[in-house]
């Protein structure tokens, strides 16, 4: 994959960490954006930190979109995201994404330095196809049914398989329709967006029906709301759940990790290795 200067190997799963420039995200909202601005002094320090750890990519969205969150005008996320992008791309080797549905805010970040779109809305927002594919970057497709102020109330699938994957298999040939190449494009079932635990579970169990459609997986089940489901745990003791997790869908085949916890992230993949190593020799 290639995000703008720098060429991805996805041959080992790698890990994204998140930076949530909000003051409202469920794990670190508040943390990096308050007062009205980001604090880039302490974003810094974490990037440097992630990077350190382990991190290809950093993934950096100014809109929450926890169940319930409020909508963020363009400019609000632009102000939130922009000084970011900036800052961290003039100072690190790493692989900036841009987590956000908005065209304008994909059209700024890309030439403040970012890598890769991510979009939850899958590109769906009018002209959101258009301008990934002008910016030649490599896109991440997720699947979420519903709006996250509505989407945790009642989802609801016949098969929740089936339908993830024929919404992202029908959404990567509109991105190849639009002209962005196989290879760039990357896919995500969206865990907790418009999903029940036995949606979410059912999807972790059969990951490798996403991976058979030829495109890399990424997953984001860090410190979300499965983990408290299956576990009783608070967002700040989700850690144990988010590894257990992160394990299980590296070994079904996930290639990208989105969390929060970098190093610790890092431990369990140096793990998963070796055992690949020894099973290959
Ligand atoms: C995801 C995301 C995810 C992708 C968020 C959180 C909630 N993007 N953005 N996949 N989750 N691609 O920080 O956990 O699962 S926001």
Same mark, same amino acid.
């Given at each position: 994959?290639?995000?703008?200067?720098?060429?991805?190997?996805?041959?080992?799963?790698?890990?994204?960490?998140?930076?949530?420039?909000?003051?409202?995200?469920?794990?670190? #909202? #508040? @943390?990096?954006?308050?007062?009205?601005?980001?604090?880039?002094?302490?974003?810094?320090?974490?990037?440097?930190?992630?990077?350190?750890?382990?991190?290809?990519?950093? %993934?950096?969205?100014?809109?929450?979109? @926890?169940?319930?969150?409020?909508?963020?005008?363009?400019?609000?996320? &632009?102000? @939130?995201?922009?000084?970011?992008?900036?800052?961290?791309?003039?100072?690190?080797?790493?692989?900036?994404?841009? %987590?956000?549905?908005?065209?304008?805010?994909?059209?700024?970040?890309?030439?403040?330095?970012?890598?890769?779109?991510?979009?939850?809305?899958?590109?769906?927002?009018?002209?959101?196809?258009?301008?990934?594919?002008?910016?030649?970057?490599?896109?991440?497709?997720?699947?979420?049914?519903?709006?996250? %102020?509505?989407?945790?109330?009642?989802?609801?699938?016949?098969?929740?398989?089936?339908?993830?994957?024929?919404?992202?298999?029908? @959404?990567?040939?509109?991105?190849?329709?639009?002209?962005?190449?196989?290879?760039?494009?990357?896919?995500?079932?969206?865990?907790?967006?418009?999903?029940?635990?036995?949606?979410?579970?059912? &999807?972790?169990?059969? &990951?490798?029906?996403?991976?058979?459609?030829?495109?890399?997986?990424?997953?984001?089940?860090?410190?979300?709301?499965?983990?408290?489901?299956?576990?009783?745990?608070?967002?700040?003791?989700?850690?144990? #759940?988010?590894?257990?997790?992160?394990?299980?869908?590296?070994?079904? #085949?996930?290639?990208?990790?989105?969390?929060?916890?970098?190093?610790?992230?890092?431990?369990? $993949?140096?793990? $998963?290795?070796?055992?690949? %190593?020894?099973?290959?020799?």
């Amino acid at each position: 994959m290639r995000c703008a200067g720098t060429e991805l190997d996805l041959s080992t799963p790698i890990i994204m960490g998140v930076l949530n420039i909000t003051p409202d995200s469920f794990s670190d #909202g #508040g @943390r990096w954006f308050s007062h009205g601005q980001a604090d880039l002094d302490a974003l810094r320090r974490e990037a440097s930190a992630m990077v350190e750890a382990g991190a290809r990519i950093l %993934d950096i969205g100014g809109e929450s979109t @926890r169940p319930g969150a409020t909508a963020v005008s363009p400019q609000q996320e &632009l102000d @939130r995201v922009l000084p970011v992008f900036e800052t961290l791309s003039r100072e690190f080797d790493v692989v900036l994404s841009l %987590d956000s549905s908005t065209p304008a805010v994909m059209r700024a970040a890309a030439s403040a330095g970012a890598g890769l779109l991510n979009d939850v809305r899958a590109f769906q927002r009018d002209d959101a196809l258009a301008v990934a594919a002008d910016l030649g970057l490599p896109v991440c497709l997720m699947h979420m049914q519903g709006e996250p %102020d509505t989407m945790q109330q009642a989802p609801k699938y016949a098969d929740v398989l089936a339908e993830v994957q024929g919404f992202l298999k029908a @959404r990567a040939t509109d991105c190849v329709n639009a002209g962005i190449p196989r290879s760039q494009i990357v896919i995500d079932p969206g865990f907790g967006f418009g999903k029940t635990l036995e949606h979410n579970l059912c &999807l972790l169990a059969q &990951l490798h029906r996403l991976t058979d459609l030829g495109f890399p997986v990424l997953v984001g089940l860090s410190r979300k709301s499965l983990i408290a489901k299956l576990t009783g745990r608070e967002v700040d003791d989700r850690l144990p #759940g988010s590894l257990a997790l992160a394990m299980l869908a590296a070994q079904n #085949g996930a290639g990208i990790l989105r969390v929060h916890d970098v190093a610790e992230t890092a431990d369990v $993949l140096r793990i $998963l290795q070796a055992l690949r %190593d020894v099973q290959n020799s």
